[in-house]
């Protein structure tokens, strides 16, 4: 499985982005792709993640409302909006996918996902 992150770039507070994780390579039918960031010097953070077939949804109590997740099985493509852009969330933000069955509890996790994209980079200027 290949994963390609794209929509990052520079944007200002207050802006909405919508990152875009592209799926290519064999199918598999449970699982989950999630979003993560990362800023130098710091752990990877988990932001989102969307759970198949079931398509559940799940984000850890820091998001605040703030990030949206979604997919179009059409397209293989799962999404992350970002609205209220803040220069804290400037990072670079990686897809990854897990061809596991899990609980929303697993998905929360870096070990649980096999496949990782390169990442986009998001930067927020005030």
């Known amino acids: 499985v290949q994963l390609q992150a794209s929509g990052g770039g520079l944007v200002q507070a207050g802006d909405s982005l919508r990152l875009s994780c592209a799926a290519s390579g064999r199918t598999f039918n449970t699982g989950a792709v999630g979003w993560f960031r990362q800023v130098p010097g710091k752990e990877r953070e988990f932001l989102a993640t969307?759970?198949?077939?079931?398509?559940?949804?799940v984000y850890p109590d820091t998001v605040q409302g703030r990030f949206s997740i979604s997919g179009d099985n059409a397209k293989r493509t799962v999404y992350l909006q970002i609205d209220s852009l803040k220069p804290e969330d400037t990072a670079r933000y990686y897809c990854?996918?897990?061809?596991?069955?899990?609980?929303?509890?697993?998905?929360?996790?870096?070990?649980?996902?096999?496949?990782w994209g390169q990442g986009t980079q998001v930067t927020v200027s005030s």
């Open positions: 990854a996918a897990s061809d596991v069955r899990g609980d929303p509890y697993y998905y929360r996790k870096l070990m649980s996902y096999r496949y």
């Open positions: 969307v759970a198949w077939p079931s398509g559940n949804v």
